[in-house]
């Protein structure tokens, strides 16, 4: 059974940072890409970034590039997120999903907040 | 960033169809198939359909994904209450080196 978690979120100041993580099980994580995906309360799917199998390529959504960094350890099964710089619209829960969105995990909540 | 066109809400009776409509551009839904997924109030998306109009293993045959040119197509026959959810449809737009996603159809079996 595929498993994903994610880990990191939580409560921050604007301008501050966080690192998300998504730890993957059940599938060969190493042979896929994977997406984050975010979702601000009330409110739609956002795509926020891609990662390749390898490592490369990365892209980003516009509305994050230059301060969040998608990452991946394959020999750990992990996925990061490094956001910096955050603003109050990026308040969201964050998904990592796998493959071409096949598995997704529960969701890390992020709030920024003063 | 662009986003797909999907109608905000669809009502639809118990056993009746539903078919929920995705639209796009030649860059995006034209050019790279959709993937359609389903969320639940309270859950993460789960994969409805793939690229190829596929459904994953455990998916309800009462689902079914097409797509013609820019615009794509989940119709599912049918309607039970477990049903009622809101529908995405995502693509990958290879002008804009990202995944655009619809705003959701909120999908209610009455």
């Known amino acids: 059974e595929v498993q994903l978690v994610e880990s990191g979120g939580g409560l921050v100041q604007p301008g501050g940072s966080l690192r998300l993580s998504c730890a993957a099980s059940?599938?060969?994580?190493?042979?896929?890409?994977m997406n984050w995906v975010r979702q601000a309360p009330g409110k739609g799917l956002e795509w926020v970034s891609h990662?390749?199998?390898?490592?490369?390529?990365?892209f980003y959504a516009e509305y994050v590039k230059g301060r969040f960094t998608i990452s991946r350890d394959n020999a750990k099964n992990l996925l990061y997120l490094e956001m910096n710089d955050l603003r109050a619209e990026d308040t969201a829960v964050y998904y990592c999903?796998?493959?071409?969105?096949?598995?997704w995990g529960q969701g890390t909540v992020v709030t920024v907040s003063s | 960033q662009a986003g797909l066109t999907q109608p905000p809400s669809v009502s639809k009776g118990l056993r009746q169809t539903a078919t929920l409509t995705c639209t796009g551009n030649?860059?995006?839904?034209?050019?790279?198939?959709v993937v359609w997924l389903q969320q639940r109030q309270g859950h993460p998306p789960k994969l409805l359909a793939d690229?190829?109009?596929n459904r994953p293993s455990g998916i309800s045959e009462r689902m079914s994904a097409a797509r013609s040119g820019d615009t794509a197509s989940l119709t599912i026959a049918g309607l039970l209450a477990e049903d009622e959810a809101d529908y995405y449809c995502?693509?990958?737009?290879?002008?804009?080196?990202?995944?655009?996603f619809g705003g959701g159809t909120k999908l209610t079996v009455l």
């Open positions: 999903a796998a493959k071409v969105f096949d598995y």
């Open positions: 030649r860059n995006n839904v034209g050019n790279q198939g």
């Open positions: 995502s693509a990958w737009d290879n002008s804009l080196n990202s995944w655009v």
């Open positions: 059940g599938l060969t994580f190493s042979s896929f890409g």
């Open positions: 990662i390749s199998s390898s490592g490369m390529p990365k």
């Open positions: 690229r190829n109009n």
